[in-house]
């Protein structure tokens, strides 16, 4: 298709040249003849010209012929000899060895050519595929065979560094630097493509746009390209495309940007570069500014700044420090004014990781923020129990309570909570000193620490009462009476023993306090116990010599 076009513009400019003639636009250099390429091993040199170098201003046109002014009179025969035409944005070629320059296209080439050059004279290539120049932008001009001729060039070294030579076959030239051949051009101005017209760009967000552009009746293909630059010279690489639309990203958020766009018309024949601006909008910045407030073991606040251009944000809060995937359902959407927000439910002990994206207009999103917080472990009352009671001493023991650094007791009597209490590390505390039958409580609490958040529980308190300094006998065989059964449920019977001695025999509880008291008639008795609520109860013996006191137990 392409080498069916190439020969379609030829017919065309073949055809042309009756109605409309190439004027010939001269670059003269002279004062350095040289023999490169055309009368030395050395056949390969590639030239760089600038518009301005030619007389008259060289127009935008098709180039069909190129000169070369001979300052040898002979006749060489080249094999494979070949002239590459390319824009560039070069303004001097590189000095030393380089790599040849790439990306020039075709447009001459025999098999063998005969030059028969006059010295003074220009020898012609008629191109075989045409170059359309658009006479703004600077020119390469390859020229290489397999041949070393015998044709010297006339050449200048006006200009600056404008040629790098070395031989045909090798990836890199021998050198570069100064000096260019005198060079004529045939040029049949006018681009021989129908110009499209670019239309606005739609869908534009922060980074990313759809640019659009008029079909053109016959076009082989369009290129495009998209920069920051000032209009009227394409600085990147054009976009080759049979479509008439794309989708352009990673463009500059809030800048203007251009859409430059030529029609081709063959793979060699295009038209003018068009241009049409369009600004990008401001960026979807991620949001910033994130604190966590109010936060205990299970619930907590959460806020950020809010943003410009945003139309709401998305959040999630997780036990995970990887960004998440935009399908997690778990993902909470809010409104551009919801930059707080609430949270329950939360684990105790645990970092929770908070990632936020604003959602912008066109459905722009920032990348995820990504921010954390820790829940606490609350600090729990101990539960406290009581052993080891007597008539002067107890222990008052509990569990140990997680995250407790210490705890913290208090002594007295029962009465309103303290303020504070003595620190201890150990889970028990010994109440030595105790007054008998007299009431006390013991009060603690935990000092916790959880990643370097501190707190305290509230008070535990456990009441008890301290037993008669007298002894209580639990052993029925030691005492006066004996008493069974033990525990008792309803009726408590009452045997005398050898010691026992006529006397009043009285009931009391723990807390000292009479419940009842009568004399034992003979050996034996029964006392109805039924009404007495379950627990531990004394039953004391009093006589002349001595008190003594007898546990027992109601079921």
């Known amino acids: ?55 008259p201003a060289v127009p935008m046109g098709v180039i069909t012929k ?15 000899m070949t002239l590459d035409i390319g824009t560039t944005t070069l303004t001097a070629m590189p000095t030393g060895s380089n790599p040849w320059i790439t990306g020039l296209t075709n447009a001459f080439f025999s098999s063998s050519y005969t030059i028969s050059a006059v010295s003074g004279n220009w020898f012609v290539f008629n191109l075989t595929t045409p170059f359309f120049w658009d006479g703004t932008s600077n020119i390469i001009i390859d020229a290489y065979s397999n041949s070393a001729g015998s044709i010297t060039l006339e050449q200048g070294s006006v200009g600056g560094n404008r040629r790098m030579w070395g031989v045909n076959g090798n990836t890199t030239s021998n050198g570069g630097g100064a000096g260019s051949a005198s060079l004529a051009l045939d040029i049949i101005p006018g681009s021989p493509c129908t110009r499209t017209t670019p239309m606005a760009a739609t869908t534009i ?36 495309t049979t479509a008439t639309t794309a989708y352009v990203t990673g463009l500059i958020p809030g800048k203007t940007h251009y859409l430059r766009v030529r029609n081709y018309c063959s793979a060699v024949s295009y038209s003018l570069w068009d241009t049409i601006a369009f600004t990008t909008l401001p960026p979807c910045n991620k949001p910033s500014g994130f604190i966590a407030s109010n936060v205990d073991s299970n619930s907590g606040n959460i806020q950020w700044l809010q943003e410009p251009n945003v139309t709401g944000y998305q959040y999630l809060v997780d036990t995970f420090r990887n ?22 439910g939360l684990e105790e ?25 820790y829940t606490p472990t609350p600090c729990r009352k101990p539960t406290l129990a009581l052993t080891h009671l007597t008539s002067n001493n107890s222990i008052v023991s509990w569990d140990p309570v997680k995250t407790a650094k210490q705890y913290e007791y208090y002594f007295g009597s029962a009465a309103t909570l303290p303020p504070n209490g003595t620190p201890v590390k150990i889970t028990s505390v010994q109440t030595p000193y105790l007054l008998p039958a007299t009431n006390y409580s013991v009060h603690v609490r ?28 639990n052993t029925e065989s030691e005492a006066p009476i004996m008493l069974y059964p033990n525990p008792v449920t309803d009726v408590l019977s009452i045997k ?53 006191n007898i546990k027992f137990t109601k079921q």
């Not at 009756?18 to 091993?41: C, D, E, S």
């Not at 960004?323 to 329950?344: D, Y």
């Open 323 to 344: 960004a998440p995937l935009s399908t997690n359902p778990n993902i909470k959407n809010v409104s551009s004014t919801g930059n707080f927000q609430p949270l329950t």
């Open 446 to 473: 935990c000092m916790c620490e959880d990643n370097g958040i501190k707190q305290s529980s509230g008070w535990s308190s456990i009441d008890f009462t301290s037993q008669f300094a007298t002894g209580i006998s």
């Open 66 to 80: 190129i000169y070369f002014k001979a300052a040898s009179t002979t006749t060489s025969t080249y094999t494979n």
């Open 205 to 240: 967000s922060s980074m990313a746009a759809q640019v659009n552009w008029a079909p053109v009746t016959g076009s082989f293909q369009y290129e495009y390209v998209i920069d920051t630059t000032t209009p009227g010279k394409v600085l990147k690489a054009p976009v080759i």
């Open 349 to 373: 002990g645990r970092w929770h990781y908070v990632h936020i994206r604003a959602r912008c207009v066109m459905n722009d999103s920032s990348a995820w923020s990504l921010d954390s917080f």
């Open 496 to 548: 005398a023993g050898p010691k026992f001695r006529d006397t009043r025999l009285t009931i009391l509880n723990l807390k000292g306090q009479t419940l009842g008291s009568f004399t034992l008639q003979g050996t034996e008795g029964n006392i109805d116990v039924s009404s007495y609520t379950p627990g531990v109860y004394i039953l004391q013996y009093t006589d002349n010599e001595q008190t003594q």
């Open 1 to 55: 298709m392409k080498k069916y076009l190439s020969q379609v513009l030829l017919a065309v400019l073949l055809f042309g040249s009756y109605l409309a003639q190439g004027q010939t636009y001269i670059r003269t250099a002279t004062g350095a003849n040289n023999v490169f390429p055309f009368g030395n091993a050395t056949n390969r040199v590639q030239y760089l010209y600038y518009p301005s170098d030619f007389t």
